[in-house]
């Protein structure tokens, strides 16, 4: 038992001297003589000078109590499609025809129409009727009532020309 034991301690001295030279030699090595250029260096950042001039702006602003604008506009129908040879679209009526829209009171007053979302015709002969929605492509004005439009497109022949 004496033996192991002496054996594990003569091992465990030889590892730690090993060690140690190791460290040293490691240490060592990094004490070399700087280079004559020195230490390698990044480019200074590229760096652009821009000049802020201030302006002058206009901001509006709607006085309390009147910020709300409500007005009628006209509905106008979309209608998209492919249709029979020989037709056309000869009128195409909204129901309702206006609806309200509210809002701030400068954008109300700037919308000229609402419009529906497209209603295809595809087909139609002579009379189509169709149920959509209808929006303002305003974001702050707002349709007061939404509820469904009804549009009604009649189709007429095309008048062919004599050769």
Request: net charge positive.
């Amino acid at each position: 038992m004496n033996r192991h034991l002496s054996a594990r301690i003569f091992y465990a001295q030889i590892f730690k001297s090993l060690a140690a030279l190791t460290l040293t030699s490691l240490a060592l090595a990094g004490c070399g003589k700087p280079s004559a250029q020195g230490p390698a260096q990044m480019p200074p950042p590229e760096v652009t000078v821009a000049v802020v001039e201030p302006r002058e702006i206009t901001a509006t602003f709607d006085a309390v109590g009147q910020t709300a604008g409500v007005r009628e506009v006209e509905v106008r129908p979309r209608v998209i499609g492919a249709f029979a040879p020989g037709y056309r679209i000869a009128d195409v009526h909204a129901d309702p025809a206006k609806i309200s829209i509210v809002g701030p009171k400068q954008r109300v007053q700037a919308v000229e129409a609402a419009t529906t979302d497209p209603v295809d015709a595809s087909g139609t002969m002579v009379r189509g009727s169709f149920v959509t929605n209808t929006f303002v492509s305003d974001p702050l004005v707002q349709v007061v009532r939404p509820a469904p439009i009804r549009v009604t497109v009649i189709m007429g022949k095309t008048e062919v020309e004599p050769r």
